[in-house]
């Protein structure tokens, strides 16, 4: 059994800078929380692939964590896909690294 990689400082900065982000469905600031998406290919979640969730969204009645919900219709609901809150994610973080 292969153990889950360990967070580097510098990833674990970057968890603690997606949470101080409102949530990249509704905009909220309370309660946002980390959603880690998972590897593209299987295996083990990377650290970097995360974006904004709200409570709401993330682990509440319309969250994607939600069995009732679940993924397909969470994008669905949202009208977007994880990948694309993540790629939008690391894009902002991106161009505030060159300001």
Do not use: Y
Not at 29 to 55: N, R, Y
Not at 61 to 76: D, L, Q, Y
């Amino acid at each position: 059994m292969s153990r889950k990689p360990r967070r580097t400082p510098a990833e674990a900065e970057h968890h603690e800078w997606v949470r101080r982000q409102p949530c990249a469905v509704c905009g909220s600031c309370d309660g946002v929380e980390a959603h880690h998406v998972g590897h593209p290919m299987g295996g083990h979640k990377l650290h970097w692939w995360v974006c904004p969730l709200c409570e709401f969204h993330h682990r509440g009645f319309k969250g994607i964590h939600n069995p009732k919900v679940g993924k397909r219709r969470w994008e669905a609901d949202t009208r977007t896909t994880e990948t694309a809150l993540v790629i939008a994610t690391l894009a902002k973080r991106i161009e505030e690294g060159e300001q």
